[in-house]
């Protein structure tokens, strides 16, 4: 990546006091998350990144790599409620959101809410579950709310989806359309840990059995992650920065190996996706950088790229538009 800087053209800064203890709790969690996938410093970045920026996760990887240890130990930090789906071909749209049922001793319809209803949402296998269950999930991951028989439910303000796929195993898969897709701010993979690191792994594992480790306290206060969302989203993005984020969704939109490019949607997910990574380098002003730095998460799971490896593509698309050297 190439390194500008940009001064913020109206940006205020953070109140102190409390800003400097966010990006405290911030670096508690990033610790505590890198001792529970370790050797993946970078994949936690993103995940930081895009829950600050209230989008949603995809993990495209195989399984037994930590998909589901990374959103328990998430979940548990932030003090918040978790749940997960398994996702399979029997699934109904009703066991994601829940159902009415009627209760004869009040005569009356009684909601039963479903795993939706939680702060942190583990759908497992997502892309074995039909069409008609992904469909689901998109009210829900979209407008943070359930609609049924015309009754709103809404969901919690820090609602955080964690889904995955195993790209190396299609029978029996429905792979999730293109707007299904477009509800997730970013695609991750983790991969496969260094030799040190599954060394330290083997080692934890000779210890005490896990199922006797007492849960780990929360780190963050309640309503405090939605306060640092709310900071992430006033974050300064200079005129010229924006200009720069279109031109590169333009590009996107006039590539020979795209058959899909970025939507006005996906766009506005890049901006809050670069606003929090500005977040957690500590700076209230958006810099080209930082729209590079997650350009590869946020546009492989929206752009149609003709190709198994999308980031020569990406790469190109980025090294061909000019970058903008004043704020």
């Avoid at 306060?227 to 279109?246: T, W």
């Amino acid at each position: 990546m190439n390194h500008h800087t940009l001064e913020a053209s109206n940006g205020e800064a953070f109140p102190v006091a409390q800003h400097a203890d966010d990006l405290a709790d911030i670096e508690r969690l990033r610790d505590r998350l890198n001792s529970i996938l370790r050797g993946k410093a970078d994949v936690v970045q993103f995940v930081l990144a895009c829950l600050l920026a209230r989008g949603h996760l995809l993990l495209e990887d195989r399984p037994g790599l930590g998909k589901t240890t990374l959103a328990k130990g998430l979940a548990e930090s932030l003090g918040g409620y978790f749940a997960r789906v398994q996702c399979t071909p029997d699934l109904l749209p009703s066991d994601i959101t829940g159902f009415n049922i009627f209760n004869r001793k009040t005569h009356e319809f009684e909601f039963r809410r479903g795993p939706v209803f939680s702060d942190v949402l583990l759908a497992d296998e997502i892309n074995r579950a039909t069409p008609r269950t992904q469909s689901a999930l998109l009210e829900a991951m979209a407008e943070r709310q359930v609609t049924l028989d015309t009754v709103r439910y809404p969901l919690s303000d820090e609602f955080f989806v964690i889904a995955t796929q195993n790209p190396h195993e299609q029978h029996g898969t429905y792979p999730l359309p293109e707007a299904q897709l477009d509800r997730f701010a970013m695609k991750l993979s983790i991969g496969y840990p260094e030799r040190g690191d599954e060394l330290a792994m083997l080692s934890d594992a000779a210890g005490p059995s896990r199922r006797s480790t007492p849960s780990a306290a929360p780190l963050f206060q309640p309503g405090q992650l939605h306060r640092m969302q709310e900071a992430v989203a006033n974050v300064s993005v200079a005129g010229s920065v924006r200009d720069y984020l279109v031109r590169l969704a333009q590009a996107t939109r006039h590539h020979t190996e795209i058959s899909l490019g970025l939507s006005p949607r996906g766009l506005l997910t890049w901006q809050r996706a670069a606003q929090a990574w500005a977040f957690l380098d500590d700076r209230n002003f958006v810099t080209p950088d930082d729209v590079q730095e997650v350009a590869r998460p946020v546009l492989v799971v929206r752009l149609g790229i003709d190709r198994d490896d999308p980031q020569p593509v990406i790469e190109e698309i980025l090294s061909r538009i000019e970058v903008p050297t004043g704020g």
